[in-house]
C-alpha cells in the first residue's frame, strides 16, 4: 500500500477480512506477518488520527513524521487489545495511536522547564484578564497580572511561536487555529463549523489593536510571508513572530471567555 494512498484514505478494507486478520493474529502472535497485515489494515487509522491534528502542528511536523509516530502506538494497541474488552478495537486504538502522536511531539519541545512555566503564566494571565475585563489585554495588563517585564513577556511569547502547544491544540470545540491554518479542502461540516468560528473571529479581529490587526490581516488575508510582512511594517521578523503569537493567545482567550458566558 503507498503512503499516498493512506494519506488521501483510499482504503478496501472490508469486516471480513479485519475478522479474518485477527483470526490468524492471535493464532500466533509471534507471526511477524501476521502483525504485519494486521498493522498495514489500520494504517489508514493511523493516518486519520495524524490528518486530524491542526495545521499548525503539520506546518512543523510532516505527516510521514505523525504517522510514523502513530504506527508505534498502534503496534502497542494491537499488542494489548484483548476481544474480551467490551469495545471496538478502532476505539481503542485511536487513543493509543494519538498518544504515541503526543509523546513524541512532546520529545521535540525545546524550552527548559522554566521556559514552559513562564509561558504557561503568560497564556494563563491572557485567559484570566480577557475573561475578567470583556475584551483583549494590553501588553502592560499581561505583565502587571504575570509580574514580568514587557520585554520579558514578548520574549516568552516569541519563544512560545517556535514549539508545538499541545495543551491548547487539542482541546475540544472550535479552534480559531484550526480555522486560520486549515489548507485541505473542507468537508461541509467543516465549511460550517469554520464559517461559524470565521464569523467570530471577524467580531473580535476589531478588539485588537492596530498592529496585531495589521499583522493578521497581512498573514492570513494577503497570504504575506514573515520575512514580507516585517519589510512592510518596517519591524524584525522575530517580532513579527512575537505579535502573530499574541495575536493567536488573544483570540483564543477571548473565544474561551466567550464559551463561558
Same mark, same amino acid.
Request: aromatic share 8%.
Given at each position: 500500500?503507498?503512503?499516498?494512498?493512506?494519506?488521501?484514505?483510499?482504503?478496501?478494507? /472490508?469486516?471480513?477480512?479485519?475478522?479474518?486478520?485477527?483470526?490468524?493474529?492471535?493464532?500466533?502472535?509471534?507471526?511477524?506477518? *501476521?502483525?504485519?497485515?494486521?498493522?498495514?489494515?489500520?494504517?489508514?487509522?493511523?493516518?486519520?488520527?495524524?490528518?486530524?491534528?491542526?495545521?499548525?502542528?503539520?506546518?512543523?511536523?510532516?505527516?510521514?513524521?505523525?504517522?510514523?509516530?502513530?504506527?508505534?502506538?498502534?503496534?502497542?494497541?494491537?499488542?494489548?487489545?484483548?476481544?474480551?474488552?467490551?469495545?471496538?478495537? !478502532?476505539?481503542?486504538?485511536?487513543?493509543?495511536?494519538?498518544?504515541?502522536?503526543?509523546?513524541?511531539?512532546? /520529545?521535540?519541545?525545546?524550552?527548559?522547564?522554566?521556559?514552559?512555566?513562564?509561558?504557561?503564566?503568560?497564556?494563563?494571565?491572557?485567559?484570566?484578564?480577557? !475573561?475578567?475585563?470583556?475584551?483583549?489585554?494590553?501588553?502592560?495588563?499581561? *505583565?502587571?497580572?504575570?509580574?514580568?517585564?514587557?520585554?520579558?513577556?514578548?520574549?516568552?511569547?516569541?519563544?512560545? !511561536?517556535?514549539?508545538?502547544?499541545?495543551?491548547?491544540?487539542?482541546?475540544?470545540?472550535?479552534?480559531?487555529?484550526?480555522?486560520?491554518?486549515?489548507?485541505?479542502?473542507?468537508?461541509?461540516?467543516?465549511?460550517?463549523?469554520?464559517?461559524?468560528?470565521? /464569523?467570530?473571529?471577524?467580531?473580535?479581529?476589531? %478588539?485588537?489593536?492596530?498592529? %496585531?490587526?495589521?499583522?493578521?490581516?497581512?498573514?492570513?488575508?494577503?497570504?504575506? /510571508?514573515?520575512?514580507?510582512?516585517?519589510?512592510?511594517?518596517?519591524?524584525?521578523?522575530?517580532?513579527?513572530?512575537?505579535?502573530?503569537?499574541?495575536?493567536?493567545?488573544?483570540?483564543?482567550?477571548?473565544?474561551?471567555?466567550? %464559551?463561558?458566558?
Amino acid at each position: 500500500m503507498k503512503i499516498n494512498d493512506l494519506i488521501f484514505g483510499n482504503s478496501d478494507f /472490508s469486516k471480513e477480512a479485519e475478522d479474518d486478520l485477527w483470526e490468524e493474529f492471535r493464532k500466533i502472535p509471534e507471526d511477524p506477518d *501476521a502483525l504485519r497485515k494486521l498493522v498495514e489494515y489500520y494504517l489508514p487509522l493511523v493516518v486519520r488520527v495524524a490528518n486530524k491534528l491542526p495545521g499548525n502542528i503539520k506546518e512543523k511536523v510532516s505527516v510521514r513524521e505523525l504517522i510514523g509516530a502513530g504506527v508505534i502506538g498502534l503496534h502497542d494497541a494491537i499488542a494489548g487489545f484483548s476481544c474480551e474488552k467490551n469495545v471496538q478495537f !478502532s476505539t481503542f486504538a485511536y487513543k493509543r495511536i494519538k498518544g504515541a502522536i503526543l509523546d513524541d511531539l512532546r /520529545s521535540q519541545d525545546p524550552l527548559t522547564r522554566t521556559q514552559r512555566t513562564c509561558y504557561k503564566e503568560i497564556c494563563a494571565a491572557i485567559n484570566k484578564l480577557t !475573561s475578567e475585563l470583556a475584551r483583549p489585554p494590553t501588553d502592560e495588563e499581561i *505583565a502587571k497580572e504575570t509580574e514580568m517585564s514587557i520585554s520579558d513577556v514578548d520574549k516568552y511569547i516569541g519563544m512560545g !511561536s517556535e514549539i508545538i502547544n499541545l495543551e491548547d491544540e487539542f482541546e475540544d470545540g472550535l479552534s480559531y487555529m484550526d480555522v486560520l491554518a486549515d489548507n485541505k479542502t473542507p468537508s461541509p461540516f467543516d465549511l460550517a463549523h469554520n464559517a461559524l468560528a470565521l /464569523s467570530k473571529l471577524r467580531e473580535h479581529f476589531r %478588539e485588537l489593536d492596530v498592529r %496585531e490587526q495589521k499583522v493578521l490581516y497581512l498573514r492570513h488575508y494577503e497570504d504575506m /510571508s514573515v520575512k514580507e510582512i516585517a519589510k512592510v511594517l518596517e519591524i524584525s521578523e522575530g517580532r513579527i513572530s512575537q505579535i502573530y503569537q499574541k495575536v493567536v493567545l488573544k483570540l483564543r482567550a477571548m473565544m474561551k471567555a466567550e %464559551e463561558l458566558t
